[in-house]
């Protein structure tokens, strides 16, 4: 099966495809860590990465799709992706569509961690001191909540049409939202 969690910066994705990789045997797709690692690789893609993540940009459709694409036709990873913080816009969306068509594969569920703001920014201030992530200062913090609006909002729209498509409530403990998404990927 393949999955994705979705939701705002903050909502706990990383947090739940953690999980689900270790009990449903996955490969977990980040585009942030797929970002970062090129960052901490110094390569020449990276250097250009480094300056849009620090302001809190989204790095271009163009670079991302061309990390997701070596991933989807992966066969050793078919049919077992999760895809946590991607995508990020109706392009990525889309065009995550057409590269599993095309690899013969689908997306079976998608979950979305629905959370409020005072949530995410209370998590991203504790996790900026935990894990010193460049990004999680109170200026992109907010910055990135405001570009989710805009350009991750309609993804929601998109996939919120599909049968596939779980609302899940991400304000509550992480094992009570852990619980709830292994029992909808269980049945
Ligand atoms: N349900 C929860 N309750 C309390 N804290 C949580 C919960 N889920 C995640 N966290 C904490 O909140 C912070 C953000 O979680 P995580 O990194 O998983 O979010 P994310 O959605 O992947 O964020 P981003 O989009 O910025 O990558 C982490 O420090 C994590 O430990
Ligand atoms: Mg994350």
């Known amino acids: 099966m393949n999955v994705i969690i979705f939701g705002p910066p903050g909502a706990g994705k990383g947090t739940q495809a953690n999980n689900i990789v270790k009990k449903f045997n996955l490969y977990q797709v980040s585009t942030g860590d797929l970002l970062r690692d090129e960052v901490k690789n110094q390569t020449q893609i990276g250097k250009d990465i480094e300056n849009i993540i620090s302001k809190g940009d989204f790095a271009t459709d163009e670079i991302v799709n061309e990390l997701i694409k070596n991933i989807v036709f992966d066969p050793i990873k078919k049919n077992k992706l999760i895809f946590d913080g991607y995508p990020r816009s109706l392009s990525q969306a889309e065009n995550l569509d057409v590269l599993l068509s095309s690899s013969n594969q689908k997306i079976d569920f998608i979950f979305f961690l629905d959370v409020k703001k005072e949530t995410i ?64 990927l269980s049945v």
Not at 139 to 161: A, G, H, N, Q, W
Not at 171 to 181: A, L, R
């Open 121 to 184: 920014i209370k998590r991203l201030e504790k996790r900026k001191i935990i894990e010193k992530r460049s990004d999680d200062t109170m200026i992109t913090i907010l910055k990135r909540y405001d570009t989710y609006m805009e350009t991750t909002k309609p993804v929601l729209d998109f996939y919120s049409k599909k049968p596939s498509f779980f609302k899940i409530n991400g304000d509550v403990k992480i094992e009570e939202i852990s619980g709830k998404i292994e029992q909808i």
